[in-house]
């Protein structure tokens, strides 16, 4: 019995092909990785991790972590197509900013971008210095206003560009250094909730393979 299963085993794993995963334009259709599937209905929603740093070959953004999940499958040229998920920066990263009489201020917004696309953003902002209860609002405030605002003005593909490239970040570090002594702004963290679905209407950015629905 065992030696049969061993067989059936191995079967399986020769009938897997190997597809590479492609990343979005945005980032110069870069290959992931490659991954295996016996069935490439099978990759459709699988999420890939990589860092900014394994794209760019910039080691100074090693720290920002990138999430893409498979939606189309070429199954002849045997490539996966990808689209963002979002992104996080690594915790690690994070804490070694974090310093004693000092204020952390964290905000999370929900945006639409010009196109359509639906993303939760968090932002953090650091501050030199211990601050007062009403600067960390009028922090919080500033930085929900400059996210909601350029969010709305740029493509999902431009707005992925300001989040991770600093741009985004140093808005807000601008319009917040007039309020209290500033230490460090990042983006921290963003998540694609909707995508532009028929006639412009969002719908969730939810991809589930082919197969879950042949099951029900």
Known sequence: MSRRRYGGTRDTWRLKKWYEVIAPPVFGNAVLGTTPADDPRKLIGRVMETT???????????????????IDVDEENLKAYTRFKGHELARDYMKSF?????????GIYN?????????RITGVVLTTYRCKTSQKKAIRKIMGEIITKRTAEMTLDELIKAMLFGQLANEIFEAAKKIYPIRKVEIYK????????PEGKPQPAV????LMYERR
């Open 190 to 197: 963003s998540k694609l909730l909707t995508i532009p679905g």
């Open 111 to 119: 945006v639409v971008t010009k196109d359509g696309y639906g993303l």
């Open 207 to 210: 991809v589930v393979s082919p």
């Open 52 to 70: 900014l740093y394994d794209i760019t070959g910039d080691f100074s953004l090693v720290h920002v972590h990138l999430y893409f999940q498979i």
């Open 98 to 106: 974090i310093r004693r009489k000092s204020s952390k201020v964290q």
